[in-house]
């Protein structure tokens, strides 16, 4: 699993980071930088609470 | 405007240009001889052509055109051709002058396309400014109703936005269906779901240019020119401190000095170079006898060819100056949908401005670095990356320009004469 952004849908609510501290970042204006690596299987749980906590659900799970 | 090849083998597919108006249907014709039936060369064959040419983009991103028109030959649903002369980088030329004055030459590659994807239609894309276009496409069509050439698509011509964003696939893609000139997420891409929601190939019309060649001719005689990597020709627009600034047809990898001297020769002392037009690469001038107009070449200084601007920047200009205006064009350019582009543009530009007024706070070099690296990648389009790129390879190119103003605000060479194109805000160019 990866993490990708929609950065048009992105507006940099922060949740993501702050409930994925581990692979999300926020930038100085609070958008997020994520690690673009694969998500390793023990962390799954964590990516997927982040993508549904998004409030314009602009954060996707992709299979790679 | 000079428009000629710099090789004996050239030029290709500016043959026949006179500059003059554009080459009628009947010139056309004795130039480059008729266009191979669908008999002849089927959509398939069609395919496989460009894939055995190696046949690039050239609107800038140098895509794949074979890659391009699988996908869309996978996709479900009845495909649809756009050529896109939507030439929105503001010191290219090339794509004018082919929608100008060959305008048969794309009506060709277009045709041809559209029978590699089983497309039944046509949309010639171009800015609203270029109203020469318009009129020879029209003259065009009408000359080819007249000769009785089966095109066997229905052609239409689309009047595009204004913006630097115009011409970018997908905004192109969102104005033809009636939306804003703006960049989608991608997926999907208009290869699946494009005009209409149909499966839609987007082509440079100098790509399309050159398919309308290498049908003719074959993917042995395109080789015949180039590099191994990457054959074939290309347009170029030379600009600045060259003797004879115009659009050139040169083979691929061709050196850069060979490329000025084609342009007349330089004229006076050369700072360095921008390579790629605004999303492109400053080089320093040291470099201009060893770099070759290639991937391989530019590729080991972190440069690409782009969309083919090649700009000589005259010792006399102030690198500061010209790469502040740019930087502030762009960031205005955002089409303001990410959040990183918007402010990180605004960021980039406003810090840079600061810089050349002498005004910057201390730390502005490093804060610099910083966005330019964390920019890249996070906006829905490349307009964050090319901007990036541009600053970033500025202040590698003229470290010592950008220190001094820093410290004592602009030199005596700021206030000269812009060199690099900026349009008008809201005008026609």
């Known amino acids: 699993m990866k993490i990708r952004v929609n950065p048009i849908n992105c507006h940099a609510h922060g949740l993501c980071a702050e409930l994925f501290p581990e692979w999300i970042r926020l930038d100085e204006w609070g958008y997020p930088i994520i690690n673009p690596e694969v998500v390793p299987r023990e962390l799954e749980a964590h990516a997927r609470r982040a993508a549904d906590a998004c409030p314009t659900l602009a954060l996707l799970l992709t299979r790679d | ?429």
């Open chain 2, 1 to 429: 405007m000079s428009t000629t090849g710099v090789d004996v083998a050239l030029p290709r597919l500016l043959a026949g240009i006179s500059l003059r108006g554009m080459v009628v249907h009947d010139r056309h014709l004795a130039v480059h001889g008729p266009l191979p039936s669908a008999a002849r060369l089927d959509g398939g064959a069609i395919v496989e052509l460009a894939e055995r040419s190696r046949l690039r983009g050239r609107g800038g991103a140098r895509f794949p055109s074979a890659i391009k028109m699988r996908a869309v030959r996978a996709s479900r649903g009845q495909a649809i051709v756009v050529a896109n002369g939507c030439e929105s980088e503001p010191m290219s030329g090339k794509d004018a002058l082919l929608l100008s004055e060959l305008p048969h030459l794309v009506l060709d590659g277009a045709t041809l396309a559209a029978r590699a994807v089983g497309a039944d239609r046509v949309i010639v894309a171009f800015e609203r400014s270029n109203s020469d276009a318009r009129a020879s496409l029209e003259h065009a069509l009408k000359q080819r109703r007249a000769a009785g050439v089966d095109d066997a698509v229905r052609f239409e011509l689309f009047t595009a936005a204004e913006t630097f964003l115009t011409g970018q696939e997908t905004s192109l893609v969102s104005q033809i269906n009636g939306g804003l000139p703006r960049p989608t997420f991608i997926p999907p891409r208009p290869t699946a779901r494009g005009v209409r929601k149909r499966p839609t190939l987007v082509q440079n019309v100098e790509t399309l240019a050159h398919l309308a060649l290498i049908a003719r001719h074959g993917a042995d005689w395109y080789a015949q020119l180039g590099t191994e990597a990457e054959p074939g020709s290309t347009l170029v627009t030379v600009l600045g401190a060259v003797k004879e600034p115009g659009v050139y047809e040169i083979e691929c990898g061709t050196g850069l000095e060979r490329l000025f001297a084609a342009a007349g020769g330089v004229r006076g002392a050369v700072a360095g170079m921008l390579i790629g037009g605004y999303f492109g690469s400053w080089l320093p001038a040291a470099l201009v006898s060893e770099l070759e107009l290639s991937d391989a070449s530019l590729g080991r200084h972190n440069a690409a060819l782009g969309c083919g601007v090649v700009v000589a920047l005259p010792a006399a200009s102030c690198p500061v100056a010209e790469t502040v205006r740019v930087a502030i064009y762009l960031a205005t350019e955002t089409a303001n949908q990410c959040g990183p582009c918007v402010h990180g543009s605004a960021a980039i530009a406003r810090t840079l401005h600061a810089i050349a007024q002498g005004n910057a706070p201390t730390g502005a070099l490093a804060d610099l670095g910083r966005w330019t690296t964390v920019l890249p990648g996070r906006g829905a389009c490349h307009l964050p990356d090319g901007l990036a790129h541009f600053v970033s390879t500025a202040l590698a190119t003229f470290p010592d320009a950008f220190d001094d103003h820093a410290r004592h605000g602009p030199c005596t060479a700021c206030g000269a004469e812009a060199l690099l194109d900026i349009p008008p805000r809201g005008g026609a160019r």
